[in-house]
């Protein structure tokens, strides 16, 4: 058989192949240029130092700059403008006042307790009360004004804070002065003690702030915790007479003073709010939990029987001498002080 043909045929489809290899080769070399043609949108490319990009212009797919404006075919890149802050991407430098971490709270920024904590929130019973037989109530004329009124020294025509009434317990016991601390008082919530001496003619006074702006205040006692510490709900904090209760009564009453022998056996409860300005008073017994409320019940002292209405002491305002605190003027009546069943003064 002649293979001349069939050698001929091979080699002329093969030079074919070649030259068309070689072509595209070279148009494919050539086409990496600007303007140029390409096929694969995105692609990149470094040629002569410049980056180029293929891309579409025209319906055409062609080699353009890479810092070219970039059709919908290329990936999309998103400038940000250095003023307009990304919600979702805080500056941990730059913190927003308006909120507020709840792990550092400033207590002169504290709003009123009245509004952070409501209802039942005295979860322990403040006082011992085997011996307690006489409270005075809620808005009083016992004692002298303390009310927000005259704390804010408030002219006598501001009706827009209560003043002139007592907005504390006067707590009476049945014990004498000595020996001392017999009436035990506990933490009525959890908190931080804080003391105040500046009165200690008959023992100071003993403080309980609360996380959510509350003071529980024991008054004339003495402290049985040190000043600063944290206390639970229920700690023994104060105990009353105090220790110098029994000098202080001889004291009043080699003075001539008119209730000297009664002082050795008063010490005073007190519920506000912390770091607002004018305070809000208001009394324990609006916050006791049911199981302490009934503890105080069965004494005969309830939320009815220990408070005078505001609208009933707006009514019949205290009279004061005119001192620094405010000392009520005259005896209170029997009906501003509630008793214990059972008892009679």
């Known amino acids: ?27 494919a070399f050539a086409a990496v240029k600007l303007g140029s043609a390409c096929t694969k949108p995105g692609d990149i490319k470094k040629v002569s130092g410049k980056t180029l990009m293929c891309d579409k212009k025209n319906k055409k797919l062609v080699w353009v700059a890479a810092t070219n404006s970039i059709s919908k075919s290329s990936p999309t890149v998103t400038k940000v403008d250095p003023n307009k ?28 307790g009245a509004t952070l904590a409501t209802g039942n929130f005295i979860v322990a019973n403040p006082v011992d009360l085997e011996h307690v037989v006489r409270l005075s109530k809620f808005r009083s004329c016992v004692g002298h004004d303390y009310s927000p009124g005259v704390l804010a020294k408030t002219g006598a025509n501001d009706t827009s804070i209560e003043s002139k009434r007592s907005m504390k317990h006067y707590v009476i016991i049945d014990v004498p002065a000595s020996p001392s601390r ?11 003690v804080s003391l105040n001496t500046a009165d200690g003619n008959m023992g100071i006074a003993v403080l309980i702030t609360s ?39 001889a004291a009043k009453n080699a003075g001539n003073t008119p209730t000297g022998a009664n002082t050795t056996n008063v010490f005073d409860m007190a519920l506000y709010s912390a770091y607002m300005k004018p305070s809000i008073f ?41 001192s620094w ?10 009906s501003d002080y509630v008793n214990a069943v059972g008892y009679k003064p």
């Open 1 to 27: 058989m002649n293979q001349r043909p069939l050698l001929k045929f091979l080699a002329a489809f093969l030079s074919v192949a070649l030259i068309s290899m070689l072509s595209i080769s070279s148009q």
């Open 211 to 249: 996380p959510n702006g509350w003071i529980f205040e024991f008054m004339h006692v003495q402290a049985l915790v040190a000043d600063g510490a944290s206390v639970k709900a229920g700690d023994l904090v104060a105990a009353a007479p105090a220790d110098n209760a029994a000098a202080a009564g």
């Open 282 to 322: 208001d009394s324990p017994f609006m916050h006791f939990a049911p199981n302490i409320a009934a503890l105080w019940s069965a004494k005969g002292f309830t939320a009815a029987t220990t408070m005078i209405s505001k609208d009933a002491r707006d009514g019949s305002p205290c009279v004061t001498d005119g």
């Open 85 to 112: 802050v990304d919600p979702n991407k805080v500056d941990p430098n730059k913190v927003d006042p308006n909120k507020v971490d709840p792990n550092k709270v400033d207590p002169n920024k504290m709003n009123s």
């Open 325 to 334: 605190n405010g000392n009520f003027v005259g005896t209170a009546p029997e």
């Open 182 to 192: 017999t009436v035990k008082g506990y933490a009525p919530f959890d908190g931080k």
